[in-house]
């Protein structure tokens, strides 16, 4: 394969969506996963790093290079089959086609329009549904991946781990978590979730559903965050969950994403339909077969003395969209006021145990500094954006940061619930694994990569 040199086509893969930005001397763009393979084992025989990217909107500089070769997957771009798939599809595109198909593939991150298929393989990305249904890791069935010495093999959940390598055996925080190698039984595990470093995947069997018969969108507001919380409660009791299924008579919604007032105050003006009395919402998705069980959500809802009177349902197509153009309304408010600001947002993406919830929200709201709180409630892991407006407001924005991701790792939670690591959270991982958890981590990488090629500078 021939390097592309130029450096104002390199310059176009040096960033991601975090704002950090690096350096190249060549780029890849392979055309098969034998062209992958040609480079990598090029790469250990150099010792040269590369930094496998697909469209770069990682928020966490896992795409961005420290030096050496970049590797595209943008041309590994055929969908093979309903349930099988190049890396570098487009993850949007690929569930529009199964989905007229009939066929659901349901892990939905916000970027799944704008990200990769494997790149959400390599990041185990999740999304507002996630809550019933996991992260993409138990939607994959099997990968191709390419080893750092340019092995190619398929990894599923019966191929094992080869014998020289030393899986990390460490307890991963009991809440949704992006962070750090999984502690896998096969070789297929510990491929999702690895950002980059141990292999570059190039081709995935996936595992499809059948899409809901009919889904009803509910947008609750509440005027007091505590009963909030005691809704939250009550509708994740005995909801169906990854692995699990609903216990009889409970609501189950299939998404529970919250809104502070400050995300509520950034729509208001697309949705005149917000009670002023509305201090925080719930945007809930529940599927069903025959009528809503609107009644069941209503009477919940009253008991817990949301704003009843407010609530907006939609049961058909067009309602859902305009609601997801609304929820997807606040983090583009986010971005304008990044932009009026002239300043980066600093933003979390830590998750914690139920019982640390209300803490941890505590925790969100009294920070000092203009910010908007919003995300997935229902696995605890909610996204706060700090709007930092000067450089001393960004100083701070980061050491709130800090202090707020070591409190969720005491509170037994994640430092990144699915964003991962990359290179810009490396020192809270350290922080909430520890010492020889990195060093087993470290311990792995060499045996997979012992020329140190691939992904240099995430994770560790
Ligand atoms: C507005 C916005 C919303 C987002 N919402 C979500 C969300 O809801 N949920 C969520 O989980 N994430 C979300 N993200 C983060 C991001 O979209 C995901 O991490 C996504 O999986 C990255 O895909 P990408 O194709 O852009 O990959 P890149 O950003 O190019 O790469 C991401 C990482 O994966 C590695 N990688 C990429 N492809 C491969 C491959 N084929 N084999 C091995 N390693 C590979 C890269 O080296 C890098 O470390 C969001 C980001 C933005 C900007």
Known sequence: MHPITDPAVIEGYLGDASNT???????????????????????????????????????????????????????????????????????????????????????????????????????????????????????????????????????????????AWPVPRWSEPIVKTAAGYFPADNLLDLMIGQEGTLG???????????????????????????ALLAFVDHARTGA????????????????????????????????????EAATDALFIEVEHAGEPPLEAWWDALEAHGALVDATIVTEDEAGRARLHAVRHAVPAGVNEQVVANGMPKVGTDFAVPDSALAEMMDAYAAVPLPHVCFGHIGDNHLHLNLLPRSAAELEQARAIYKTLARQAVQLGGTVSAEHGIGKIKRSLLAEMVGPEVIAAFRALKTAVDPAGVLGRGTLF
């Open 21 to 163: 930005r690096g350096h190249a001397e060549a780029l890849y763009r392979p055309r098969s996963t034998e062209d992958v393979a040609e480079v990598l084992a090029a790469a250990t025989t150099a010792g040269v790093g590369v930094t496998v990217t697909a469209r770069r909107t990682s928020t966490t500089g896992g795409p961005v290079p420290d030096g050496g070769w970049l590797l595209s997957t943008e041309h590994l771009d055929r969908i093979h089959a309903v349930d099988d798939c190049d890396a570098g599809v487009l993850l949007g595109a690929y569930q529009t086609q199964t989905e007229a198909g009939g066929r659901l593939f349901p892990p939905d991150p916000t970027s799944r329009h704008e990200c990769t298929l494997g790149a959400a393989i390599a990041c185990n990305a999740s999304g507002a549904r996630s809550f019933a249904y996991g992260a993409t890791r138990p939607w994959v069935e099997a990968v191709q991946v390419v080893l750092p010495t340019g092995e190619i093999l398929w990894a599923d959940r019966d191929t094992p781990v080869p014998a």
């Open 200 to 226: 570059v995947i190039t081709r995935a069997r996936l595992r499809l559903t059948a899409p809901p018969p009919a889904v009803m969108g509910v947008v609750a507001f509440f005027g007091d965050r505590a």
């Open 240 to 275: 169906r969950r990854p692995g699990q299924a609903a216990s009889p008579g409970a609501l189950s919604p299939r998404a529970l994403e919250y809104f502070d007032s400050h995300a509520l105050a950034l729509v208001r003006a697309r949705v005149p339909d917000i009670p």
